[in-house]
């Protein structure tokens, strides 16, 4: 099975898998995915150091705080880690969408089924509602369907909400 990776906020308590955006989870992939990206973004202090933008999950968010990157098999509570931080997966789609467009996160979900279906749950809940045109473009206008047709298949995934403020990200 091997190790699969986090990147962590110890500071804020916060956490996102390595292939949140697409990508593999284990070690090879790290700093390679739009994972690595949304890292990089977080990180990006927009001013002086350690002053980010007033937008929540925007570039900066995680400048000057204490970071990790975890694995599940080094941490000795994983369930533990995993319930005391936040998971900002969703945040982090939006924000590499917000930084860099649509063309490489749509490129990543026609590869990857769960991305896919988290964009079609952001889409669907309606909190992040311009992902909409770029999914129909990329992937027609019944991606909604095929998202359903996946949800009846793949039991195992579980959709994350955005958790910054609603309004400011999307």
């Known amino acids: 099975m091997g190790v699969y990776f986090h990147y962590a906020n110890l500071t804020k308590r916060e956490r996102f898998a390595v292939n949140s955006l697409g990508g593999g989870i284990k070690f090879s992939a ?22 980010t933008t007033s937008a929540p999950m925007g570039p900066g968010h ?35 969408f917000n930084a860099d467009g649509f063309e490489e996160i749509g490129a ?5 089924d769960a991305l896919f279906m988290q964009l079609c749950y952001l889409v669907s809940t309606r909190q992040a509602m311009r992902l909409e045109p ?31 403020q609603q309004g400011t990200t999307c």
């Open 108 to 112: 990543a979900a026609a590869k990857d």
């Open 62 to 96: 995680w400048a000057a705080d204490s970071i990790a990157i975890v694995g599940d098999d080094l941490v000795p509570d994983w369930e533990g880690f995993k319930n005391d931080f936040t998971d900002i997966e969703a945040d982090v789609i939006v924000l590499v």
């Open 30 to 51: 790290l700093g390679r995915t739009l994972a690595a990206r949304a890292f990089h973004l977080l990180m990006v202090s927009m001013g002086e150091f350690g002053r």
């Open 134 to 164: 770029h999914m129909r473009e990329r992937f027609g206008t019944n991606f909604l369907q095929r998202y359903k047709d996946l949800c009846r298949d793949r039991t195992w995934f579980v959709p994350k909400d955005l958790v910054a």
